[in-house]
């Protein structure tokens, strides 16, 4: 179970947004020279982000996002896996439960 950080009730979605996407470019980066397949996620992250000001455009990026990851997480346990972490933070911004979770990536593997 991951750790969990209690994010401040300041910043709005776009903020909160820009966390999320963070982590995953982070994770994809660490990860990307062993696990290929994390670079069709990086590509997808880089078409079509949100330019708008509307949490709205920022919430459905972040479900195109969630439903993307679950299409791959069909034939891949990494991609499961990372679907998992990232959706929990995309529920916690969407309930405004701010709890998200503590680590920089969303999937930290043993050294």
Known sequence: MPKVLQMPDSGGTKEKFNIIVG??????????????????????????????GSDKDYLERLDELCSYLHEL????????????????????????????IQEEYYIVLPK
Request: charged content about 15%; glycine content about 0%.
């Open 23 to 52: 982590k995953l470019y982070a994770t994809i980066a660490m990860h990307k020279a062993y696990f290929p397949e994390l670079v069709t996620i990086e590509r997808f992250l880089d078409v079509n982000m949100p330019v708008s």
């Open 73 to 100: 997480s069909v034939s891949s346990y990494l991609i499961r896996h990372l679907h998992h972490n990232l959706c929990a933070d995309v529920d916690a911004l969407k309930n405004n439960s701010f709890t998200f």
